[in-house]
């Protein structure tokens, strides 16, 4: 499996300008989740979706950002417009739960896996 | 709301000195606490998870422990290639994760 791929690697922008953001979850994952990285405040989670449907918008940081997931293997983040601010790394991840049985408990799990990131500079 | 934090911020070893990085939690039913390796320019690397107090789980030269309270990580004679970046993360309701800030550790050959 190629693991969680996303495009563009780097983008650099003014600001002003809308940047949109693309992820490929891993084939058979159905949830999708959208995180930023700052020095500052470390890796905070923006916004994930559950077979599709977005669950928790709760970390997008106001209406200049908005994500979609039209289909299983495909989402977006989208910022406009786009501040210095907003200059970080996004990471998209994706996790599939699945069921075990462990010391007579059964547990699920939701292991995340993450992809290279998009270093987003906004000058 | 949960909180995870780890220590120290940054960690300094030599090649084989054994050391371990600590993870306090405050979290509502605790499903599973993650452990995840990063290194610069990359995204967070899955290592482990664990589920309940007591629980262990090994790798190579690491360790992870869980109790009530905290994880520790544990490094039994680092490399300079397990120089990165740990980060904790925790998993209540939901699928969300909570992140801590990690532990930048360095291992000096």
């Known amino acids: 499996d190629a693991g969680v791929i996303q495009s563009p690697r780097h983008e650099v922008t003014e600001m002003g300008q809308e940047v949109t953001l693309r992820c490929k979850p891993i084939s058979g994952h159905n949830s999708l989740f959208w995180y930023r990285q700052t020095m500052m405040r470390g890796l905070e989670l923006l916004i994930y979706?559950?077979?599709?449907?977005?669950?928790?918008d709760s970390g997008m940081p106001e209406d200049r950002f908005s994500a979609k997931m039209p289909n299983a293997s495909f989402s977006t983040l989208k910022i406009q417009p786009s501040e210095p601010r907003d200059s970080a790394v996004y990471f998209c991840a994706s996790s599939s739960r699945t069921q075990f049985r462990t010391s007579g408990k059964l547990r699920g799990t939701d292991t995340q896996y993450f992809g290279p990131g998009t270093r987003l500079t906004v000058l | 709301e949960d909180q995870v934090t780890q220590s120290p911020e940054a960690l300094r070893l030599q090649e084989g000195e054994s050391s371990s990085l600590n993870c306090s939690y405050t979290?509502?039913?605790?499903?599973?606490l993650f452990w995840y390796r990063q290194d610069p320019g990359k995204g967070p690397e899955f290592l482990f998870t664990l589920y309940s107090a007591g629980e262990e789980k090994e790798k190579e030269r690491l360790k992870a422990t869980l109790t009530k309270k905290e994880s520790f990580l544990h490094i039994t004679a680092p490399k300079p290639e397990d120089s990165a970046t740990y980060l904790c993360a925790v998993q209540a309701a939901g699928s969300r994760l909570t992140f801590g800030e990690g532990t930048q550790l360095t291992v000096n050959p």
């Open positions: 979706f559950n077979n599709n449907v977005p669950i928790d």
């Open positions: 979290v509502s039913g605790l499903r599973g």
